[in-house]
C-alpha cells in the first residue's frame, strides 16, 4: 500500500472518537440531561455525520485534494471534543457533538479514497478491510481506554473530574492522530488511481467517473469487515458517500420495484428500533446503578461479541438463505433489546443482574454480525441489476435517517418510561424482521452469490 503510516493516525483518532461515542452522552446524563436530550444527543451525530460525509465527500473526489481535508477534519474533531468539558450548558454540548461528528464523517470518504488511490480495483476490498480493521482496533481501545480510565478514577476523584479529564485524554488522542497525519498523509498530486483490472484508469483529479464510482461502492460493500463499532454505533458515513455519489433518482423511480420498497420499509423499521434503544440507554443504565466503568464495558463487550462473530456469520452468509439469516439476526435483536430494561429493573447491579446484563450486551454484538453481513448482499439480490448502485445508496441513506429520528423517539418515550423506549424499540426491529420474512415470500429463497 505504499507509504500506509497515515493508517496509525486515522486509529488514533479512533481511539478518540470510540471514548467519546459513549463519554459526550455520560457527560450529559451528569449534566442532569434525561432521555430527551440524549435522543437529540445521538441524532446530531446522524445528522451531523451525513452532510460531512456528502459534501466534503464530494469536493475532495472532485478536486483530488485529500490530504487537507485529512488534517483539517481530525484537528476539527479535536477542537469540538475540547469543548463540552468547558460547559454545563446541555445545549452546547449537543452542539459539540454534531461538530465532531460533521468532522469524522467529512474524513472518512476522503479515507477511503486515500487508501484505494494507488491500488488496482482487485486489491480494493482488501484495502477497505485494512482501513476498517484499524479504525475497528482504535474504536475498541477508546472503549477500552474508558473503561480503566474511568474505573481507576472514580476511586480517586469525583464524577465529573474524572469525566472531564478523559476528554482531555480523548482530545490529546485526537491531537496526535491530527500530527501524525500532518506528518504522514500523503502530499496531493495529481497522479491517477491505479490501473484497475479491466485495465482503466480514473482520473482522481476529474469530476467523478461514475463507473469508478460504483467500483468504489461495490468494493466498500462486499467482503468481510472487522466493524467493531456497527454493534452499537451503525453509522457508516464512508459507505454513505460512496453508495450514493452515482445515485440517479430518475433512473431509481423508473425501475424501482415493490419488493425493494417493502425491504427499505423493513430497514426504516430496524434502524429506527436500534436508534431508539441506543440514545436513552446510558441514563437507563447509570439510572438503575452502573458505573460509567462499567457502561464502557458494556459497550466493549458488545462490539467485541459482533466482531468475534463476524468470521462465522459469514460462513452462515455463504450457505444460508439471506432473508432468514437477516430475520433471525434481527429478531434475536429484537427479543434482547427490551430485555435489557426487564433484567436492569428487576436486578440492576447486583453480581447476577451484571452477569445477565453483559450476556445481553453479547447477544446484542452477535445479532449485529448476523444483520451487518447480510445486509449489502441481501438488497443486490432484490434490487434491480440497473440500480443494484443507487439502491446500496439508499440503504445507507436510510439507515442514518432512522438513527436520526429512532435516536429522538427513544428519548421521548424514555422520558416517560424506559420500559415502553425499549419495548418499542424491540418492536420495530421485530416488525422489521417480520416484514423482511414478507420480502422472502415474494422472492422465495435468495442465496448470496458463490
Avoid: K
Avoid at 480523548?170 to 495529481?190: E, M, N
Avoid at 427499505?264 to 446503578?289: D, S, W, Y
Avoid at 464495558?297 to 432473508?323: K, M, Q
Wanted: with cysteine.
Amino acid at each position: 500500500m505504499g507509504d500506509s503510516r497515515w493508517l496509525y493516525a486515522w486509529a488514533l483518532a479512533s481511539v478518540a472518537l470510540g471514548g467519546a461515542s459513549l463519554l459526550v452522552p455520560l457527560y450529559v446524563v451528569s449534566l442532569g440531561g434525561g432521555p430527551v436530550a440524549l435522543g437529540l444527543l445521538a441524532a446530531s451525530a446522524a445528522f451531523g455525520g451525513a452532510p460531512g460525509a456528502l459534501v466534503v465527500g464530494r469536493i475532495a473526489d472532485r478536486t483530488g485534494r485529500r490530504r487537507g481535508f485529512v488534517v483539517g477534519g481530525l484537528a476539527l474533531a479535536a477542537v469540538a471534543l475540547a469543548g463540552p468539558p468547558l460547559t454545563d450548558a446541555i445545549p452546547v454540548v449537543v452542539a459539540a457533538n454534531a461538530v465532531v461528528w460533521f468532522a469524522a464523517g467529512a474524513v472518512a470518504p476522503v479515507l477511503s479514497l486515500l487508501v484505494v488511490a494507488d491500488a488496482p480495483e482487485r486489491e480494493w476490498s482488501d484495502r477497505y478491510a485494512r482501513l476498517n480493521a484499524y479504525q475497528g482496533y482504535g474504536w475498541a481501545g477508546g472503549l477500552v481506554l474508558g473503561v480503566v480510565w474511568t474505573a481507576a478514577g472514580a476511586a480517586v476523584a469525583p464524577q465529573a473530574v474524572v469525566q472531564r479529564s478523559f476528554f482531555a485524554v480523548c482530545v490529546v488522542c485526537a491531537a496526535a492522530g491530527t500530527a501524525l497525519a500532518v506528518r504522514w498523509v500523503p502530499a496531493d498530486d495529481a497522479s491517477p488511481l491505479a490501473e484497475d483490472a479491466a485495465g482503466t484508469t480514473a482520473d482522481a483529479t476529474a469530476p467523478t467517473d461514475e463507473r469508478r464510482t460504483r467500483r468504489v461502492a461495490r468494493a466498500m460493500t462486499r467482503g468481510r469487515r472487522l466493524n467493531l463499532r456497527g454493534a452499537t454505533f451503525p453509522l457508516g458515513f464512508g459507505r454513505l458517500y460512496w453508495t450514493t455519489a452515482a445515485f440517479h433518482p430518475r433512473r431509481f423511480v423508473d425501475r424501482f420495484t415493490p419488493t425493494l420498497a417493502l425491504y427499505f420499509g423493513a430497514v426504516v423499521l430496524f434502524f429506527a428500533g436500534f436508534a431508539a434503544f441506543f440514545a436513552p440507554l446510558p441514563a437507563f443504565l447509570t439510572g438503575v446503578g452502573f458505573t460509567d466503568g462499567a457502561v464502557f464495558g458494556l459497550y466493549l463487550v458488545s462490539s467485541l461479541g459482533a466482531a468475534v462473530f463476524y468470521g462465522p456469520a459469514g460462513r452462515l452468509l455463504a450457505r444460508s438463505d439471506l432473508p432468514l439469516l437477516q430475520s433471525a439476526g434481527l429478531a434475536v435483536r429484537g427479543v434482547a433489546l427490551p430485555t435489557v430494561a426487564l433484567v436492569g429493573a428487576a436486578l440492576a447491579v447486583t453480581p447476577l443482574g451484571v452477569v445477565l446484563t453483559g450476556g445481553l450486551f453479547v447477544v446484542i454484538g452477535v445479532a449485529w454480525a448476523l444483520i451487518a453481513v447480510s445486509a449489502s448482499t441481501l438488497v443486490t439480490r432484490i434490487a434491480p441489476p440497473a440500480i443494484r448502485g443507487e439502491a446500496l445508496g439508499v440503504f445507507a441513506a436510510l439507515a442514518a435517517v432512522a438513527g436520526g429520528f429512532g435516536s429522538v423517539l427513544g428519548g421521548r418515550l424514555a422520558a416517560g418510561d424506559f420500559g415502553v423506549a425499549f419495548g418499542t424499540a424491540g418492536a420495530l426491529v421485530l416488525a422489521g424482521a417480520a416484514v423482511i420474512l414478507l420480502v422472502r415470500r415474494r422472492t422465495g429463497p435468495l442465496t448470496a452469490p458463490a
